[in-house]
């Protein structure tokens, strides 16, 4: 089993992390990127910032896709983690899985997703069309 969580600074290649989990064992790919959308509680959003504490979201993250990996039988996981300035449409995050069978390369995938999302030590800073600004944590 290989699992793998990082942080990047620059934009996220979703082709080739895919890529990456081929597997001849693998009968089910499932793949999630997570992008910027330009609204959020009904407010027209500008641009996203994230900020990380580095050492412990990679730490974290790690431990998520390790105990998810166990938990579902799958043969990899992947998931990396944008951080700094985005605009509309880039993407935030990604999460790939490989497994034998879809059920458990989807369910994987979905609880990777979930548990990254309020459990990484990343803060999300909203700047809405109008210029004010909102920090979102984990």
């Known amino acids: 089993m290989s699992v793998s969580f990082s942080l ?3 934009p996220i290649d979703t082709a080739s992390l895919a890529a ?4 001849p064992a693998a009968g089910a790919v499932v793949t999630f990127d997570g992008r910027v959308r330009n609204h959020n509680a009904g407010q027209p959003v500008g641009h996203l910032e994230y900020q990380a504490y580095p050492a412990l979201a ?3 993250g790690q431990r998520i896709l390790e ?3 166990a938990r579902h039988g ?4 992947q998931a990396v983690h944008r951080t700094g300035p985005l ?3 880039e993407a935030a995050v990604w999460v790939g899985v490989a497994s034998a069978h879809r059920g458990p390369a ?3 995938a979905r609880a990777i997703m979930e548990r990254l999302k ?4 990343i803060w999300k800073k909203e700047t809405y069309a109008d210029g004010t600004t909102e920090w979102v944590g984990p």
């Open 118 to 121: 309020y459990e990484l030590p």
């Open 106 to 108: 989807f369910d994987a």
């Open 74 to 77: 799958i043969l990899a996981a």
């Open 87 to 89: 605009a509309i449409g």
């Open 20 to 23: 990456g989990l081929r597997d």
């Open 8 to 10: 990047v600074s620059e």
């Open 58 to 60: 990679v730490s974290t």
């Open 67 to 69: 105990e998810e990996a």
